[in-house]
């Protein structure tokens, strides 16, 4: 699905972005009156069909879908650029694909899941479904004012799993401290495809970002559940 602003067709990248991180570097009045406008679109207009038991759509479909599609997209331009220029500075995208575009991803499926994750008790008690789709569009809207990895840190504490807290947040820790580093960023600018796995700074942080990843899904699990 495509959305329109101003005659410009917004892709599914730029709309995760606008999500996450417009907040940064946009006018407050226009941020908020875009990021308003598409959730209308996604969760006003494009609702599902009611559950034979009655129950009202709590994640929007079509949101959700753009997520996981936005997690393709990188996934695809990051093996798109691979083959365009033959490897050279794999590395150091191979690394930022592990951490902050997969952090926007699960910000994402946090938003898209606000219904279930972050409800007030009054959401579900609205009779009418008109406020009901309203609310549920502002709760998903106020997640926007969150930085992507404060708002994963309130389900993990929500989690209450501190081993999981761990792994999640001296994984991106490490990460950061990476990219603040002239030579580790070198190094992973310059590593060849073949010795990937052999090299200290490459191979420590995809260990790790594997470890963070088991654990981001286990603490989403873990919240949805309860």
Known sequence: MHYCFRGKQIDI????????????????VVRERVIRN???????????????????????????NDVVRYWRTMASDY???MWERSRQGWGIRNVKL?????????WGLLAAFSGDLFAPPELHQVENDEQYFLM?????????????????????????DNDIADD???????????????DACTKLETVRFEDALDDPTYA?????????????HGSFSMSIQN
């Open 13 to 28: 990248a730029e709309r995760i972005d606008d999500f996450a991180e417009s907040k940064l570097t946009s006018a407050a």
């Open 38 to 64: 598409i959730l209308a679109r996604y969760v006003l207009h494009d609702r599902s069909v009611r559950s034979r038991s009655g129950r009202r759509q709590v994640v929007p479909h079509f949101l959700l």
């Open 79 to 81: 093996a798109s650029k």
């Open 98 to 106: 592990r951490f902050s575009r997969k952090l926007l991803f699960i």
């Open 136 to 160: 549920l569009a502002d709760l998903i809207r106020s997640q926007t004012d969150v930085p992507p990895l404060e708002l994963l840190a309130r389900v993990v504490l929500e989690a209450g």
């Open 168 to 182: 999640i947040f001296s994984s991106y820790d490490q990460f950061l401290h990476a990219l603040a580093d002239p």
């Open 204 to 216: 420590g942080l995809r260990d790790v970002s594997q470890r963070s990843g088991k654990a981001s």
